[in-house]
């Protein structure tokens, strides 16, 4: 459908992407995002994007596992994670400026997620040391939010504007590997975008 709609009002961007989660899986991650925007009546904006996120690091976890409440286990994880998302947004324009606009608006998601992780368990009184390594995948988990964006346009040229987003959002996610994982059913992130955008003819 939108390949038949006339250029006027369309554009597509490429933006950088820095997001803090709650699940420290995917703690403080880095991606960028393709997006295709179509301008509504001349005023609202509906968006397509696909998104990718990259978190590569280490982080701890400390907990009582389920198979020994008394126990304390502590696990030091090196992870390469990472997330694909499939969004679609749709943003009333709250302020528009000769060279400026302000968007609002909701989006939703479909989102995967492939966790590849290398796990060492330190001993402590009953529990024993170990090594686990995790490769699976998360498929089809669906994510609600809001974007905030302001654009600015006619930066380098008439097609050219910069924008940036404020962007929070709630995914679902499952509970894999051993019992008494960590692991939450539902992941929080607030995303920071930056990047440019392209009209595809002038106006």
Known sequence: MFLTWPLFGQNIEFTGIFA???SKTFKNSFGYSLGYNKIIKT???LGVSFSHYSYGATYDNIYHPEYD??????TETDANNKRFA???????????NPKSKLYLGPEIGLNYFKIKESTERIA??????????????VNN???????LEFQLDEVISKRVSTVFSLNPEITGFEEFGAMGSADPWSIGWLNFKLGVRYKLKNE
């Open 69 to 74: 409440p008394s126990s304390l286990s502590i």
């Open 86 to 96: 499939l969004k679609l947004n749709y943003a009333f324009r709250l302020v528009n």
């Open 141 to 147: 988990k669906l994510g609600i939010g809001f974007i």
């Open 124 to 137: 402590n009184g009953q529990i024993e040391s170990g090594t686990f390594n995790d490769d699976y995948r």
């Open 20 to 22: 803090s989660s709650s």
């Open 43 to 45: 005023k609202n904006k």
